[in-house]
């Protein structure tokens, strides 16, 4: 059985800060990638970024590159989302995924979420 949880989030004004941080257990996900989406208030979900097993290739929405780090430590089974400079349409509940298949941005396995709510 596959469990993610996610942590860290929280509230926050524009301009600042928040580190989100994916634990994951019940298996490894060792030669996969791992990934964040979020949902919006009233919007679909959301691919925000991914990162391949050993890091070499991250990716990411054209709405947070420059802003949001995606990185991953195997050796904990944790993967991480720092995200900068936040705006308030940044709030959303975020999620964490994996295995995330690349290019079609879906997995198949969820956390519950964690939600981020950037105040203007």
């Not at 964040?36 to 097993?53: C, D, L, N, Y």
């Amino acid at each position: 059985q596959v469990h993610l949880v996610e942590s860290g989030g929280g509230l926050v004004q524009a301009g600042g800060s928040l580190r989100l941080s994916c634990a994951a257990s019940g298996r490894t996900f060792s030669g996969y990638s791992m990934g964040w989406f979020r949902q919006a208030p009233g919007k679909e979900r959301e691919f925000v970024s991914a990162i391949t097993w050993r890091a070499y290739s991250a990716y990411y929405a054209d709405s947070v590159k420059g802003r949001f780090t995606i990185s991953r430590d195997n050796a904990k089974n944790t993967v991480y989302l720092q995200m900068n400079s936040l705006m308030p349409e940044d709030t959303a509940v975020y999620y964490c995924a994996g295995p995330v298949r690349v290019g079609t941005w879906t997995a198949d396995y969820w956390g519950n979420g964690t939600l981020v709510t950037v105040s203007s």
